[in-house]
């Protein structure tokens, strides 16, 4: 068996162009230490040259944010500067393929999230790109979940009331969402076809929107991220009726979960990560994880992130292709029997 230098030093590239290389999840991490007597291969060094994170969304949210902790961190490392581009458009499709297409060098990598990813493959649009085979997972960095929320004017106090509620007047109640094809809309939705339900979809062009109107009673339901929905349950202006993850939110601990408030198996995350072209050496992808493991996932970097609300995940590249097709396979049941369509 071939045998790599450890990890936080260049390894050799292998066989890393193979077909199979370009599979999710084929790739390998490098092994931590070398067999006693085992040759050392010598590879080019890397990083020589700056790297770039492409983040598909605008500055200043969740994926901007991590993607750019990432950076920070790989650049104290290496001593190379890693540059975030931000390039916004069309739900990160069009970023999203850019990547794809990058030569897979270690130089180009993709700010991972849910909507161009596990989302956008199933909203009828036909993508230049594959997720599941122009992609390899790097790692998992963090995932986040958000809360079932409802105006006050609406006579429901758990998850059961609004179920039978919805049930009583069907159409008639409204969610709201950050725009069709989210995560959000289809977070909803999920619940929807779960409880049997048919509450009517208003979409939003972001989360602000349509949060202003929850508050001002001009629609019922949406999801909302934690923070924001401890901040408006302290001013009274919503009411919290379960949290969408699969564990209750330590900032609210008397808020219980929508599965166990009664839709059993109910579960909703938001994610970020990082990727690569398909067919990035698996040394590089086994470096740049061991990295972000070590430095941004550390106990002290845990505690800040949990701090914002984020739920630290790290791991191996593998446990990051297993989660995503497992999100993959899931948002296309749900975007196939909602019929929803994309809109951008």
Known sequence: MKAFPAV???????????????????????????????????????????????VPFAAGGP????????????NEAWGQPVIVDNRPAAGGVPATEFVARAAPDGYTLLGANPGPLTVAPHLGQKLGYDPLKDLAPVVLVTTTTSATVVHPGVPARSVQELIALARKRPGVLT???????????????????????????????????????????QIDVVTMSIPNALAFRKQGKVRVLGVNGLTRSPSMPDVPTVAEAGLAGFESRNFNGIMAPAGTPRELIARINAEVN???LSPEGRESLAALGYDVAGGSPEDFGTFLRGEYEKWGRVARAANVRAEF
């Not at 936080?8 to 162009?17: D, K, L, Q, V, Y």
């Not at 909803?188 to 508050?215: C, I, R, W």
Request: glycine residues 14%; positive net charge.
């Open 63 to 74: 994926t901007d944010y991590n993607a750019r902790l990432v950076g920070q961190r790989l």
């Open 175 to 217: 969610f709201g969402s950050p725009g069709v094809g989210t995560v959000g809309h289809l977070t909803m939705e999920l619940f929807n076809s779960m409880a049997g339900l048919k509450m009517t979809h208003v979409p939003y062009k972001g989360v602000a929107p349509a949060q202003v109107d929850l508050l001002a009673g």
């Open 8 to 54: 936080g030093t260049p390894c050799a590239s292998g066989s890393a162009s193979s077909p199979g290389a370009r599979r999710l999840g084929s790739v390998l991490l490098c092994a931590v230490t070398l067999p006693i007597g085992g040759a050392l291969a010598q590879a080019p060094a890397w990083p020589v040259k700056p790297i770039r994170i492409i």
């Open 294 to 296: 070590r430095r941004v």
